[in-house]
């Protein structure tokens, strides 16, 4: 053993020894000069950015940029290096076996996120474990693995969402008992509802391209404190892919992919290319999805079979027999989107995007109204919706420059255009009925967040929402091309609606263990609507004037009684003002019922409370259970109406009940969830969930938007760069009398029970999908959706799911 003790060594050795150490220290710099590491994730081996690297002194440290590289220039052969990162389990390795693996680590995701961002609470960056809203995440790795066709199958892969569709190309979401207008679409901070947003239910949800969502928020319960009117069942906030910048000379990414599906014979197609320099970058998207007629399963409820369809053939309206009754003839549509963004950072405090979004489809078939009959007979040879038609241009622009007003501040500019239009002709009749709306959306909002002291920040912000709406009417002679005009879906001569709104929240983290957040909204929001042609129906007033005044709150605490526990108590008030689908609608029928403008309708109010507890087990392990009751005030629903004094009239030839939305006196709605999560062992975890909601009106009467009891149960296992996931969806029954009203007029959309009354059944499929990383590069992704080839109907929808549904897809990324 040599002891480097140089009192006891003569000069000419400790001259050797220095020397023989700074050749060393000479060759060790030369050798690290420029050395980077990579840091990838351990199943996709794509690059994980934002992974804290650093010795066990804490003395170095660096972090890994959107490529996942980092400088390792300070790092030497007598470092222990640890790597970390909140979504992945930390690792520390030795300089030496990191040099042997040629500079490259990889890293196994969580299964359990302990310290999740979530940014729609309050419209930025926040630590999930100080919200105390229950708020489900959507990120883009389970998007990809799940593959869903549109954003309502994104949504509704979440099983926390309840999704009704009337059509093939629709997706109608339901929260907590309530959908269509009353829950709000958020799209990067803009909100998507409109006037003409209405209370049938919707398919708009679809413009939006999964392909290109980075994430998606679902926030559970009332959000007008933050989001204003319609937010009273919950908020959808969706996150598209940003430009990423790049901290060298240039970056460039590409992803693509192509999938096929049996069902619908799906044929989609996506790609999307972000070039970058430091301060400057761009981001390209485009879709494609060609979609075929739907078939459904083979297995049970006979009473959903399309038998017959109506052809024109020679000039001539005929019935057909439908050769496979499995398949839902006419139901099938295309879809295009596009997407550029630019981005530009001057500096570390600014930074400004510009958004652009184009989204339009081929008409879609309306299939539930293509399978009404009357007096025997197919009711309507054509029903669809026109090419839906979206673009929205927003501008957004935030600052971190802290002053004495804010520490951060953003500013949202944004304008949207939206075309629909609805096409229907009877049997055998030669006229086609159009009606098309357009409206045009601004919107602006200013938000802004300031800290008071270490524990409190205040949340602040102001929002103008401006719609104007076109609506016309014409009816065309399908033999001779003639056209004349007709009564257009809402008043024809001109419908604005505004808002103008402030808020401000309060979070103060009381301790290690409470947080307390307490928030106000004022929100003012008018509606004017004026009738010019009144040659089809004689109003008795000649235009519409609304303007309302809200005040809304919301209280809450979240309570952790240990680091791996978390009780979130959650009191909050809502409110949708009427817009004009509610107040303007002129005439929008339903078998035997018309609906009428009623212009003394006022805005409906909830009253909320929740209660959330979650439970984390050895960071393997999650339970999460969730309860809530709602108290809705003046609510509005259909009732019967007169018009001039008539509680009937003849509408679109025939007799027809008049009704319109009214102010109920209340209604209840309550409910619960409940979701476990646990990793069995180090490759196969197991997840399930429950929700169950209920709600009547004050007259005991079911109410429309609820949902069946439903749930998932999977398990996934993880073999070398295959991941597969076995699960059962499942939906609960609805008897006859627990259906609304509504509902149970629509016969030609339900399953009738043994009294030959309709009814929803209870149903469950069995599915699989798979992920195989083929390398960096390349990625393959199949699944069985439906395996046993159940035929059913989800709840309040007007088309059958798909049977059998066979996926694959090949997806290819690529970054330089």
């Not at 879709?287 to 297995?299: A, E, N, Q, R, V």
């Not at 798909?802 to 330089?816: D, E």
Request: aromatic content about 14%.
């Amino acid at each position: 053993m040599v002891y480097y003790n140089f009192t006891f060594l003569n000069s000419s050795i400790i001259m050797n020894k220095k020397i023989n150490f700074s050749l060393f220290f000479l060759l060790a710099n030369f050798l690290c000069f420029g050395q980077t590491i990579k840091i990838l994730d351990n199943f996709d081996l794509q690059p994980i950015e934002n992974v804290a690297i650093f010795n066990t002194s804490h003395s170095k440290s660096t972090i890994t940029d959107i490529e996942g590289r980092a400088s390792f220039e300070e790092f030497n052969n007598f470092d222990t290096i640890i790597f970390q990162h909140p979504s992945y389990y930390r690792k520390t390795a030795t300089y030496n076996k990191i040099k042997l693996s040629g500079f490259k680590i990889k890293l196994k995701e969580k299964p359990i996120y302990l310290s999740e961002v979530v940014i729609s609470a309050n419209r930025w960056e926040e630590n999930k474990k100080e919200v105390p809203n229950k708020i489900v995440t959507i990120s883009a790795k389970e998007i990809k693995f799940n593959n869903p066709q549109t954003t309502a199958d994104l949504l509704e892969s979440s099983n926390q969402v309840f999704v009704q569709k009337s059509q093939l190309g629709g997706g109608s979401p339901m929260i907590r008992g309530f959908a269509t207008n009353s829950v709000l679409l958020v799209i990067d901070g803009v909100r998507m509802n409109n006037a003409i947003y209405r209370s049938g239910n919707l398919q708009n949800v679809i413009s939006l391209d999964a392909n290109i969502i980075e994430n998606a928020e679902i926030i559970f319960g009332p959000g007008s404190v933050i989001y204003g009117s319609d937010a009273l069942g919950g908020v959808m906030d969706f996150h598209t892919q940003k430009v990423k910048l790049s901290n060298k000379k240039t970056f460039l990414s590409a992803k693509a992919f192509s999938r096929y599906s049996s069902a619908n014979n799906e044929k989609t197609i996506h790609f999307d290319i972000n070039y970058s320099r430091k301060k400057i970058g761009a981001l390209t998207s485009f879709t494609f999805s060609d979609f075929d007629d739907l078939k459904m399963g083979t297995h049970n409820n006979q009473d959903y079979v399309r038998k017959q369809f109506v052809k024109r053939v020679n000039g001539k309206d005929s019935v057909f027999l439908n050769n496979n009754k499995n398949i839902q003839k006419f139901s099938g549509y295309n879809q295009k989107n596009f997407m550029q963004k630019i981005r530009y950072k001057p500096n570390k405090y600014f930074d400004i995007t510009y958004a652009f979004h184009y989204s339009n489809t081929s008409d879609i078939p309306r299939y539930d109204r293509l399978i009404q009959y009357k007096n025997d007979e197919l009711k309507y040879s054509q029903w669809y919706y026109g090419p839906q038609k979206w673009i929205m241009n927003n501008f957004k622009m935030s600052s971190t420059d802290t002053t004495k007003f804010y520490d951060r501040a953003k500013l949202t500019i944004a304008q949207q255009y939206t075309e629909e239009s609805r096409n229907d002709r009877k049997f055998q009749n030669d006229y086609l009925r159009t009606r098309t709306e357009k409206v045009d959306i601004f919107t602006i909002n200013i938000d802004f967040d300031k800290k008071i002291n270490k524990k409190s920040i205040l949340f602040y912000g102001f929002e103008n929402v401006y719609n104007n709406v076109d609506s016309k009417g014409i009816t065309k002679n399908i033999l001779t091309g003639d056209t004349e005009k007709s009564a257009s879906r809402y008043p024809d001569g001109g419908n604005k609606y505004y808002s103008f709104a402030s808020y401000i929240n309060f979070k103060s983290n009381l301790s290690s263990k409470f947080t307390f957040i307490s928030g106000l909204r004022y929100n003012y929001v008018g509606l004017y609507s004026k009738f010019d042609d009144k040659t089809f129906y004689d109003f008795p007033y000649d235009n519409i004037k609304i303007n309302n005044n809200s005040i809304n709150g919301s209280l809450g605490l979240v309570f952790r009684p240990k680091n791996n526990s978390q009780i979130n108590i959650n009191a909050s008030t809502g409110f949708r003002a009427p817009n004009l689908d509610d107040v303007g609608k002129i005439f929008d029928s339903e078998p035997g019922n018309v609906i009428v403008p009623n212009k003394n309708l006022k805005p409906e109010y909830v009253y909320n409370f929740d209660c959330e507890i979650i439970k984390k087990i050895k960071n393997n392990t999650k339970i999460s259970i969730s309860g809530f009751y709602s108290y809705l005030n003046d609510a509005m629903v259909r009732q019967n109406f007169t018009f001039n004094g008539q509680d009937s009239i003849i509408y679109d030839g025939e007799m027809s009940k008049v009704q319109a939305l009214v102010n109920a006196n209340y209604a209840n709605i309550f409910g619960a969830s409940f979701s476990f999560f646990t990793e069995v062992c180090n490759n196969l975890s197991f997840n399930t969930s429950l929700t169950y909601t209920h709600g009547e009106d004050n007259n005991n009467s079911p109410l429309r938007h609820v949902s069946p009891l439903f749930g998932s149960t999977s398990l996934t296992y993880y073999w070398n760069k295959i991941k597969f996931k076995i699960y059962s969806n499942y939906n609960g029954a609805i008897k006859n009398k627990y259906l609304a009203a509504s509902e149970q007029a629509k016969e030609y959309m339900y399953a009738k029970d043994k009294n030959g009354l309709p009814y929803s059944p209870g149903w469950w499929t069995l599915n699989l999908k798979t992920s195989s990383q083929i390398n960096k590069n390349f990625q393959l992704n199949f699944g069985v959706e439906n395996i046993l080839d159940n035929r059913y109907r989800p709840y309040s929808s007007g088309i059958c799911a798909h049977g059998r549904n066979f996926i694959i897809s090949l997806r290819y990324n690529f970054i330089k």
